[in-house]
Each structure stands twice: as structure tokens, then as C-alpha cells.
């Protein structure tokens, strides 16, 4: 489940796609990548280029439902040229672009006050079962190229509805997820702003099966049950992050998600808690 984030903004340049394989390879729980909006000092008028650098450091369940926890420290790049734009991850992005879950690649095609749409490409690493020793004899979900929409609408002070979904463009069992959340944006001060976002996640039924099912080649070398998912809900995410300027080009940036999951993931047997929490922190330099 993708979710909003600070405003730090994306761009495009393939000399980033090394910084986009480390941003996806860290923990999962991207809820907790949460950040605010740009706070007011930070807040310019966007010019025809803008880039930010910066870092983050993340805590959380190593894969959804997994009783294993990692964390990763990772390096964030974002780049922006008109109405395009890329970032190694979704907590930093530059002025005059919209935040993309998971980072990537994005083209704005709508850029009103209230509404706001967009096109855009990410790497998803898939999952490697040396990961944990809970998806050991299930094989790896091949990493792929996603395709992602993303559409946006602003209401009064300060909520906004969002939708993104994302498919596996390459066709390698990564098949199509989605959410749909309500967030809200707060400046509490000239430089410190804070949010929250509560989330739904939904997943076709390829999905579901890559990540949460077991078939009956994989029931005879894990020793789980044969399992069959079905399209449906997957999870709920609560997060609240918060973000501090540190002047008008730096800021500190943090967040924290809980996440529960729903309907046949839940019921996996891949799944040693249904619940979990992730949490991360960072800084960034916008130029």
C-alpha cells in the first residue's frame, strides 16, 4: 500500500535507477514513508528544473504478515524537468510535482489547485524467499516494471482523497494492486507540518496468489497448505508523519504507519502477524 508524502519532489534521469533498486529494497511498509506537505518557509515558486538529495532510514516487517523486521538505511534522489519527474522514493520529491508512491518515474497530467493526475513507471523488486526463512521453498515473485495512476483531489482546509494504482507492466505475477485514501495536511507553524492518511488496499487475484497464496508445486517443498486467492481487499493502514524545515533548502522529515491486514490475506498461511507497524525518519536538501 502506497500512501502521500513531504514535499521534497520527483525527476527524471536513468543515472537514478541504481538509487530506485535501493529505495524498493528495504523494508516493507511503505505507510510508514509518510510525510507532510512542504511546509510554508519552504514553499517557492516552482522553476523550470528542481532536484533534492537526502536520506532515509527505515524500520518494519521485512514482507506483509512476516514475523521478521529489517532496517535500512537508503539514499533519496529526486529530479524534475517540466512535468516530468523521478525519485529513488516516495518520501522525497521536489517543488512543482506530485508524490509517487515507491518513487519512479512520472509524468503530470493534470496540474490544477484541486486536481491533479499522473502517468508514471516504478520499480517493484519482487520478493526473493532468502529473505525469511518463513517463504523459504515458495521461489521468488520476479521483480518487474510497474505502471502507476495516481489521481488527486484537494478539499477545504487541508483534506485531499487519492487514489493509485498500480499493474505489472511486464506480465511476471506481480498482477495489479491499488488504494484509496484520505489524508489531511496540517502547518503548524511556519516550519513544522503534520499529517495523517488512512488507507485501503485491494489486489487482483495474481496478486493475491504471488504474494499470499500457495500453489500445490509450492505446498510440496514449503510444507504449507495449498492456498488460492481470490481478488478482494488486502489491508488498512493508519500513518501519521510530520516534517521541520530547517531553512528554506533543508528539513527533517519522519513517520510512522500501522498496518492491518483484511479479507483472504489475513487468512494466509504465510502470515505470522496480520498486524504490524513500521516507522522511519530522514533528512533532505532541495536545491
Known amino acids: ?37 512542504e511546509t510554508p518557509i519552504e514553499r517557492a515558486a516552482p522553476r523550470a528544473w528542481d532536484a ?73 523488486s519482487g520478493r526473493r524467499e532468502s529473505e525469511s526463512e518463513e517463504l523459504r521453498g515458495l521461489g521468488d515473485v520476479r521483480g518487474t516494471l510497474r505502471l502507476r495512476l495516481s489521481l488527486t483531489y484537494r478539499l477545504d482546509d487541508g483534506w485531499r482523497l487519492r487514489s493509485v494504482n498500480t499493474t505489472d507492466a511486464l506480465g511476471r505475477g506481480g498482477g495489479t494492486q491499488g488504494e484509496l ?18 488507507s485501503l488496499g485491494w489486489a487482483d487475484r495474481r496478486h493475491l ?22 481478488a478482494g481487499l488486502r489491508d488498512v493502514t493508519v500513518s501519521a508523519g510530520w516534517r521541520r524545515a530547517l531553512g528554506p533548502q533543508w528539513a527533517l522529515f519522519g513517520g510512522a504507519g500501522l498496518t492491518r491486514l483484511i479479507d483472504e490475506a489475513a487468512s494466509s498461511p504465510l502470515v505470522r502477524q496480520p498486524q504490524s507497524w513500521s516507522v522511519n525518519a530522514g533528512l533532505v536538501h532541495r536545491f
Open 1 to 37: 500500500m502506497q500512501a502521500s508524502c513531504f514535499r521534497a519532489r520527483p525527476a527524471l534521469n536513468p543515472f537514478c535507477t541504481g538509487l530506485l533498486m535501493a529505495g524498493l529494497a528495504g523494508t516493507w511498509g511503505t505507510a510508514a514513508a509518510q510525510t507532510t506537505e
Open 52 to 124: 533534492a538529495v537526502g536520506f532515509v532510514v527505515s524500520h518494519g516487517p521485512r514482507t506483509p504478515g512476516s514475523a521478521s523486521r529489517a532496517t535500512s538505511i537508503t539514499p533519496g534522489l529526486a529530479l524534475r524537468w517540466g512535468r516530468v519527474s523521478l525519485s529513488s522514493r516516495s518520501a522525497f520529491s521536489v517543488r512543482g510535482a506530485e508524490t509517487a508512491s515507491g518513487g519512479g518515474l512520472r509524468v503530470e497530467l493534470a496540474q490544477g489547485d484541486r486536481f491533479r493526475a499522473g502517468l508514471g513507471l516504478r520499480l517493484d
Open 181 to 198: 485514501q484520505l489524508g489531511r495536511d496540517i502547518a503548524l507553524s511556519p516550519v513544522l507540518g503534520v499529517q495523517g492518511t488512512l
Open 209 to 230: 496468489q504471488s504474494y499470499f497464496g500457495v500453489t500445490p508445486e509450492q505446498a510440496l517443498r514449503s510444507g504449507y497448505p495449498v492456498t488460492t486467492m481470490s
